[in-house]
């Protein structure tokens, strides 16, 4: 096998059952060096997964909870934006190597054991940076585990996150609004929001504002594969 991360050849370790499984084995895709970069969260802000030593609200959700005081976002986020994460992401998104999207489809698709929802909800991408990379990166990583529903738009001219200081993010104007719908959607329903980075929670919280148009009485949360 070679890794996708590295390019390095690897010998894949032998897992015994699936020698006698009749079921196909997913192929690895990255090698035993390279997942260890990548760190897991330990528990840290139980609403964000901000590491942190506290078991209490971090200082970002404190800071969201004066805009939000009943409607806090919970997300779930499985690994912490260490470099390895930081390299990765750059090489996915900044410089489109596509194949990458399967390295992080690897590394979050354990998470997706223990969640159950009605509606998972990509994040969209502005169109100009569609346009350029040629490719969603949050429908890439995610269209393999989970059923999609694309039932958010944004805005043109909207400037990556990644490029601003804390206060410019912060800043941010809304910019996502809802697709046209094709019929209508339960009342009540369950929704996930799914991207790759948990930052300042802007983004999410943004996402989270034009979701809850369609559906006020909506249960939201939101994944994230790193914070």
Same mark, same amino acid.
């Given at each position: 096998?070679?890794?996708?991360?590295?390019?390095?050849?690897?010998?894949?370790?032998?897992?015994?059952?699936?020698?006698?499984?009749?079921?196909?084995?997913?192929?690895?895709?990255?090698?035993?060096?390279?997942?260890?970069?990548?760190?897991?969260?330990?528990?840290?802000?139980?609403?964000?997964?901000?590491?942190? %030593? *506290?078991?209490?609200?971090? @200082?970002?959700?404190?800071?969201?909870?004066?805009?939000?005081?009943? @409607?806090?976002?919970?997300?779930? #986020?499985?690994?912490?934006?260490?470099?390895?994460?930081?390299?990765?992401?750059? @090489?996915?998104?900044?410089?489109?190597?596509?194949?990458? %999207?399967?390295?992080?489809?690897?590394?979050?698709?354990?998470?997706?054991?223990?969640?159950?929802?009605?509606?998972?909800?990509?994040?969209?991408? %502005?169109?100009?940076?569609?346009?350029?990379?040629?490719?969603?990166?949050?429908?890439?990583?995610?269209?393999?585990?989970?059923?999609? *529903?694309?039932?958010?738009?944004? %805005?043109?001219?909207?400037?990556? @996150?990644?490029?601003?200081?804390?206060?410019?993010?912060?800043?941010?104007?809304?910019?996502?609004?809802?697709?046209?719908?094709?019929?209508?959607?339960?009342?009540? #329903?369950?929704?996930?929001?799914?991207?790759?980075?948990?930052?300042?929670?802007?983004?999410?919280?943004?996402?989270?504002?034009?979701?809850?148009?369609?559906?006020?009485? #909506?249960?939201?949360?939101?994944?994230?594969?790193?914070?």
């Amino acid at each position: 096998m070679r890794c996708l991360y590295c390019q390095q050849q690897f010998l894949p370790p032998i897992v015994w059952r699936e020698l006698f499984s009749l079921q196909v084995a997913q192929q690895p895709v990255l090698c035993q060096a390279c997942q260890q970069q990548f760190e897991p969260l330990a528990p840290g802000c139980p609403t964000c997964g901000r590491p942190q %030593a *506290s078991p209490s609200r971090c @200082q970002d959700c404190q800071r969201w909870q004066q805009h939000y005081p009943t @409607q806090l976002l919970h997300n779930h #986020a499985s690994y912490h934006y260490n470099l390895a994460m930081h390299d990765l992401m750059v @090489q996915y998104k900044r410089y489109g190597d596509y194949q990458l %999207a399967l390295v992080l489809q690897t590394l979050i698709a354990p998470a997706f054991r223990k969640l159950e929802y009605d509606y998972y909800v990509p994040v969209p991408s %502005a169109p100009e940076h569609l346009a350029r990379r040629q490719f969603d990166t949050i429908n890439a990583i995610f269209a393999g585990l989970v059923p999609l *529903s694309p039932l958010l738009e944004k %805005a043109t001219g909207t400037s990556p @996150q990644g490029e601003k200081q804390r206060r410019a993010r912060l800043q941010t104007p809304q910019a996502f609004y809802l697709r046209p719908l094709v019929g209508s959607l339960p009342p009540g #329903a369950r929704y996930l929001l799914l991207d790759d980075i948990y930052t300042t929670g802007r983004t999410l919280y943004h996402a989270r504002d034009a979701l809850q148009v369609l559906d006020p009485q #909506a249960k939201i949360e939101s994944l994230t594969i790193c914070r």
